[in-house]
């Protein structure tokens, strides 16, 4: 017996534009992945403009001072760390053929495969420079629209939570929530970030280890990736460390290895309390996604992603509940 499958014409466009909601988020997920950048730097930064308004000051010159504050902060740290880390990298990159061709005599790897990466990147050495641009023309970007978020950040939630009707009170606290936790995690990673980085700058001079600065660089800023990240950022220092002897290569393996277990068992537990905790497999696996989706920017935003997606599965769990 025949069953006749009636489908109506409501059911079409339901899922015409459900299609087209679909490839329109596709085309414009750059703007979204900046977007959800922004939140991220507007849930840090308003706590710091919360204490300037409450000192009676306008918005927009608390809005202000935030901005100027961070930027001494950063200029600073920029002056004081840019020119021994240029010389330093300086000397690294001279350097970096007679380190390789040492490199491959200790460990018989073929250099066809390394001469021919060489080859690729100076290729491409003007797609590079044009990506630079684009990155500080998308930061300066970036800077202009959290500044006009916090600008409208009350109003910008009210209006968010309104589209929710009866349920206004209640998406607003879950706004705040997700605020809070954002904010924590973005102070958590910078904090862990410069701490891995002092850490492994005093382990890498310790050790005599050449280039010190710019390999704890390197260590501070894949601090940012969680679990891969901190591998990734030893292989340079061990890499350079077997150029000199395997017994260094060893200690300098060993010295990543108590600094990972200093940061899992002390560090991250201290700095990221106020933070959402997440199952290491879940972190892996956002992790794995993101990059594979969105590349190097999924990579660095899967863990707050996974972070707003939890509360949110939570609050509706919670809700069922009641």
């Known amino acids: 017996m025949s069953h006749k499958i009636d489908i109506s014409h409501k059911t079409i466009i339901f899922v015409a534009l459900f299609i087209l909601s679909l490839w329109i988020i596709f085309l414009i997920r750059d703007l979204l992945i900046i977007l959800f950048i922004a939140v991220i730097f507007v849930s840090a930064l308003s706590p710091l403009v919360k204490f300037f308004i ?83 023309v998308t930061i300066i970007f970036l800077l202009v629209l959290s500044f006009y978020m916090l600008l409208e950040k009350e109003k910008l939630e009210t209006r968010l939570a309104s589209l929710f009707g009866s349920k206004e009170e ?27 980085g002092i850490l492994s700058y005093i382990g890498l001079t310790l050790l005599n280890i050449p280039y010190a600065l710019p390999l704890a660089m390197i260590a501070g800023i894949m601090e940012v990736i969680p679990v891969i990240g901190p591998i990734i950022s030893a292989l340079p220092a061990i890499f350079l460390a077997l150029t000199i002897s395997p017994f260094l290569s060893i200690a300098v393996a060993v010295m990543y290895l108590v600094i990972q277990q200093l940061e899992n068992n002390l560090i991250v537990p201290q700095v990221m309390k106020r933070a959402v905790g ?43 509940k009641i």
């Open 170 to 196: 209640r998406v607003k606290l879950l706004i705040v929530k997700i605020e809070e936790k954002l904010g924590a995690w973005l102070q958590g990673q910078l904090i862990l970030s410069l701490v891995i």
């Open 278 to 320: 997440l199952n290491p497999l879940i972190v892996i696996l956002a992790i794995a996604i993101g990059s594979r989706l969105l590349g190097i920017a999924g990579a660095l935003l899967a863990v707050p992603l996974a972070v707003v997606i939890q509360i949110i599965a939570a609050e509706i769990i919670e809700e069922k």
């Open 54 to 136: 409450k000192l009676k000051l306008p918005k927009v010159l608390s809005i202000a001072l935030t901005y100027i504050i961070i930027i001494a902060i950063v200029t600073g740290l920029i002056v004081s760390i840019v020119p021994p880390l240029i010389e330093q990298s300086s000397k690294l990159v001279v350097a970096s053929p007679a380190l390789v061709a040492q490199f491959f005599n200790v460990t018989n790897l073929d250099r066809s495969i390394f001469s021919q990466e060489l080859t690729n990147i100076s290729k491409n050495l003007f797609s590079i420079t044009l990506s630079i641009f684009d990155n500080l």
